[in-house]
């Protein structure tokens, strides 16, 4: 089983950054969890409907949404235990509540919710100006 649990949210201005973490919070330390997973992250902001964001194969290959290319990275970590989000250049319309989601094998080609079978319970980034 997997426990997704995001952090790094917060209140920036624009033009400013901020990053993102997900980790699974059943690591025993005794296994690479996110080893075999396609990793995602989401976002919903009020009264619209949840985007996919950014995609990360477990071979390392990136996606991005076009809003978002050349101002956020998506990674793991060396232990690849954590998935970031590393965002800059933020505009208002970031705004949005950000969710990590994960996906058991392979990454498949539409980047959309229901291909993920694991979500994390949400982390709010808030852009003014």
């Known amino acids: 089983q997997v426990d997704l649990v995001e952090s790094g949210g917060g209140s920036v201005e624009a033009g400013g950054s901020l990053r993102l973490s997900c980790v699974d919070s059943?690591?025993?330390?005794?296994?690479?969890?996110?080893?075999?997973?396609?990793m995602a992250w989401f976002r919903q902001a009020p009264g619209k409907e949840r985007e996919g964001v950014a995609r990360?194969?477990?071979?390392?290959?990136?996606y991005y949404a076009d809003s978002v290319k050349g101002r956020f990275t998506i990674s793991r970590d060396s232990a690849k235990y954590t998935l970031l989000l590393e965002m800059s250049s933020l505009e208002p319309d970031d705004t949005a509540m950000y969710y990590c989601?994960?996906?058991?094998?392979?990454?498949?080609?539409?980047?959309?919710?229901?291909?993920?079978?694991?979500w994390g319970q949400g982390t709010q980034v808030t852009v003014s100006g």
């Open positions: 059943t690591y025993t330390g005794t296994t690479v969890t996110f080893g075999q997973y396609c």
């Open positions: 989601a994960a996906r058991w094998g392979a990454c498949v080609r539409d980047l959309a919710s229901a291909n993920f079978h694991y």
């Open positions: 990360i194969a477990s071979d390392g290959r990136t």
